[in-house]
Structures are given as structure tokens and as C-alpha cells.
């Protein structure tokens, strides 16, 4: 699977590219800004599906001008569509496979920094939107987020996965899951504890 990864807008946002080098279908997750130069990194990947990993306005501004011209179905959870100007054409939910080309992602519902904050998963590579970054979880200290609840996503649904998972945020460079296991930034949130007494 070939990645782009480009950094747009005043937060600095990420928004991916995917593409099967065989098949040219691809994915654009998270247009956040920067439209005209996300469609020309694009060039000719066909792309099967714009996927927002979470409805804050900083990962969804280029959405309207994406999806108009690239033709695409657009998908994202339900928890977080009101951010969006438009209705989706698709809510993604756990579990869910999308296929393009060769490859597929599976949809992690991972709330905390929103309610229906996503992360997507290609075999070992894992796009977490705001969910976790190095050294630390999103952020919740935001309307609509809690602590305690992306702590729970993080550890049942990113910290199982295999150590060398390479995880792309939505801010930032990359990083992988057994580092982010091993730092002190993620304490097993209480919920978790009882549910384990």
C-alpha cells in the first residue's frame, strides 16, 4: 500500500492518501484543508471512499471541494456527523471492512476525544485520527470528550494490536503501538479496573 502523508492547514493537520499500486483504487482519509493540493497529490488514484476519522472542523475542511471533485462516497461515524455540512453517504461502524484495490480497512470505534471518533486498520499500519499520538492520547478537554473513555478505546482496541502496528495520527509524525504501550502517558482507566476486579 503506497501512503502520502501531507500535512495541511494552520493545525497541521494530516490527511492521507492510499492507493494499490496494482489496481490504482484508493482511499483520501481526513481532507482537512488545502483541497486543491490533496486532489493533485491524489493525481490518478481512483478513490473508492473519503473517510473522516472524527467531525472537528480542523479534519474537515476541505471536505465539500474533495468530495465534489474526486466523486467519491463519503463515511463517518454517526456519533460525529453533525460536523459535517452535508449528510455522509455511508456511517462507518466497528467492525466494518472497506475494500479498494487489493487492501482493506477495518473500522476501530475509538470515542473519547469525540463520540464517534475512528481509527482505521490495514493489516499492521493504523491511521488514529486524534485518538493517540507519541507520548500521549488526544485531547479531552474539549466539549464532548472524555478522559476516561479514549483511555478505554486506546488500551481495548490500539493496545491489543501487534507492537511494530505503525500508527499515523492526525497530527504529527508516526509512531508504534509497543512504544506507546510502554510510556507512562496511558494509565488503565477506571473502568477498566473494575471491570477486571
Given at each position: 500500500m503506497?501512503?502520502?502523508?501531507?500535512?495541511?492547514?494552520?493545525f497541521?493537520?494530516?490527511?492521507?492518501?492510499?492507493?494499490?499500486?496494482?489496481?490504482?483504487?484508493?482511499?483520501?482519509?481526513?481532507?482537512?484543508?488545502?483541497?486543491?493540493?490533496?486532489?493533485?497529490?491524489a493525481?490518478?488514484?481512483?478513490?473508492?471512499?473519503?473517510?473522516?476519522?472524527?467531525?472537528?472542523?480542523?479534519?474537515?475542511?476541505?471536505?465539500?471541494?474533495?468530495?465534489?471533485?474526486?466523486?467519491?462516497?463519503?463515511?463517518?461515524h454517526?456519533?460525529?456527523?453533525?460536523?459535517?455540512?452535508?449528510?455522509?453517504?455511508?456511517?462507518l461502524?466497528?467492525?466494518?471492512?472497506?475494500?479498494f484495490?487489493?487492501?482493506s480497512?477495518?473500522?476501530l470505534?475509538?470515542?473519547?476525544?469525540?463520540?464517534?471518533?475512528?481509527?482505521?486498520?490495514?493489516?499492521?499500519?493504523?491511521?488514529?485520527?486524534?485518538t493517540i499520538?507519541?507520548?500521549?492520547?488526544?485531547?479531552?478537554?474539549?466539549?464532548?470528550?472524555?478522559?476516561?473513555?479514549i483511555?478505554?478505546?486506546?488500551?481495548?482496541?490500539i493496545?491489543?494490536?501487534?507492537?511494530?502496528?505503525?500508527?499515523?495520527?492526525?497530527?504529527?509524525?508516526?509512531?508504534?503501538?509497543?512504544?506507546?504501550?510502554?510510556?507512562?502517558?496511558?494509565?488503565?482507566?477506571?473502568?477498566?479496573?473494575?471491570?477486571?476486579?
Amino acid at each position: 500500500m503506497e501512503i502520502k502523508r501531507l500535512e495541511v492547514g494552520f493545525f497541521g493537520n494530516n490527511c492521507y492518501i492510499l492507493t494499490c499500486p496494482w489496481t490504482q483504487e484508493g482511499v483520501i482519509i481526513d481532507p482537512a484543508a488545502e483541497a486543491q493540493r490533496i486532489l493533485q497529490e491524489a493525481g490518478e488514484t481512483l478513490v473508492r471512499y473519503i473517510l473522516i476519522t472524527h467531525g472537528h472542523m480542523d479534519h474537515i475542511g476541505a471536505l465539500e471541494e474533495v468530495r465534489n471533485k474526486a466523486g467519491a462516497p463519503v463515511g463517518i461515524h454517526a456519533g460525529d456527523v453533525r460536523g459535517l455540512k452535508k449528510p455522509p453517504d455511508f456511517f462507518l461502524q466497528d467492525g466494518q471492512m472497506l475494500a479498494f484495490g487489493k487492501y482493506s480497512l477495518k473500522v476501530l470505534h475509538t470515542p473519547g476525544h469525540s463520540p464517534g471518533g475512528v481509527c482505521l486498520l490495514s493489516e499492521k499500519t493504523l491511521f488514529s485520527g486524534d485518538t493517540i499520538f507519541p507520548n500521549g492520547p488526544g485531547n479531552t478537554s474539549i466539549p464532548g470528550s472524555d478522559e476516561e473513555m479514549i483511555l478505554a478505546s486506546i488500551h481495548s482496541k490500539i493496545f491489543v494490536l501487534p507492537d511494530d502496528t505503525i500508527i499515523y495520527p492526525g497530527h504529527g509524525l508516526e509512531t508504534i503501538v509497543g512504544r506507546e504501550r510502554q510510556t507512562s502517558f496511558y494509565p488503565l482507566p477506571l473502568r477498566m479496573d473494575k471491570d477486571q476486579s
